[in-house]
């Protein structure tokens, strides 16, 4: 199964330069619409560099495509609805929805650590919804350290410096809606309470 996957992310340098000359759209292009530089595009399209989620999440989206498609990872699960995992740096991501631009859905398995992992925040262009199912997630949000408990949801501006891990030994499985920037998921926290004044949020 390992092998198939660093097949498949080996193999995606090439459908990189492929969607690029289909698209008839140079480096410099892709880098103003992705904010990508053009030495580390080259670099993947060679494959001297390897994608990372935060790479395939804007150059996914340039190009209209779902990331399952991007990656064209191998199927797993249920063969009926072909479900795509994609596995990287210990994280396991499955795509949820099958259609390129609009809001994109995302389960993630986050294996537990003895040791806890640095976080590396990163910045890209977007807007990300999240939800814990199982496990304590450990989320860093620019100044904020955050500790997500089951049935708890985090919504943040992914120009926002960001890191999530699983807060401690244990796995931590969550759902991730991510969209494009200006496009939010809402949601209300819990139901207004009988006789609070004011408004009720939109």
């Given at each position: 199964?390992?092998?198939?996957l660093?097949?498949?992310?080996?193999?995606?340098?090439?459908?990189?330069?492929?969607?690029?000359?289909?698209?008839?759209?140079?480096?410099?292009?892709?880098?103003?619409?992705?904010?990508?530089?053009?030495?580390?595009?080259?670099?993947?399209?060679?494959?001297?560099?390897?994608?990372?989620?935060?790479?395939?999440?804007?150059?996914?989206r340039?190009?209209?495509?779902?990331?399952?498609?991007?990656?064209?990872?191998?199927?797993?699960?249920?063969?009926?609805?072909?479900?795509r995992?994609?596995?990287?740096?210990?994280?396991?991501?499955?795509?949820?929805?099958?259609?390129?631009?609009?809001?994109?859905?995302?389960?993630?398995?986050?294996?537990?650590?003895?040791?806890?992992?640095?976080?590396?925040?990163?910045?890209?262009?977007?807007?990300?919804?999240?939800?814990?199912?199982?496990?304590?997630?450990?989320?860093v949000?620019g100044?904020?350290?955050?500790?997500?408990?089951?049935?708890?949801?985090?919504?943040?501006?992914?120009?926002v410096?960001?890191?999530f891990?699983?807060?401690?030994?244990?796995?931590?499985?969550?759902?991730?809606?991510?969209?494009?920037?200006?496009?939010?998921a809402?949601?209300?926290?819990?139901?207004?309470?009988?006789?609070?004044?004011?408004?009720?949020?939109?």
């Amino acid at each position: 199964m390992e092998h198939d996957l660093d097949q498949a992310l080996d193999a995606v340098g090439p459908r990189l330069r492929a969607l690029r000359k289909q698209k008839e759209t140079t480096l410099t292009d892709l880098s103003a619409a992705t904010g990508i530089s053009v030495s580390t595009l080259s670099r993947l399209e060679s494959g001297s560099r390897r994608p990372t989620l935060e790479l395939l999440f804007p150059l996914a989206r340039a190009y209209g495509v779902t990331l399952d498609e991007l990656v064209d990872a191998p199927p797993t699960g249920d063969p009926r609805i072909h479900l795509r995992p994609v596995t990287r740096h210990g994280m396991t991501m499955l795509p949820l929805t099958r259609r390129p631009g609009g809001i994109q859905a995302y389960k993630l398995v986050i294996p537990g650590n003895d040791r806890p992992s640095e976080p590396d925040p990163q910045t890209h262009e977007g807007y990300e919804w999240l939800y814990v199912l199982n496990g304590r997630l450990r989320v860093v949000l620019g100044e904020h350290d955050l500790v997500l408990a089951p049935g708890e949801a985090a919504e943040f501006d992914t120009r926002v410096p960001h890191w999530f891990g699983s807060a401690d030994s244990g796995s931590v499985e969550f759902l991730s809606l991510f969209g494009r920037q200006g496009e939010r998921a809402h949601l209300r926290a819990r139901p207004r309470a009988e006789g609070a004044s004011g408004d009720a949020d939109p």
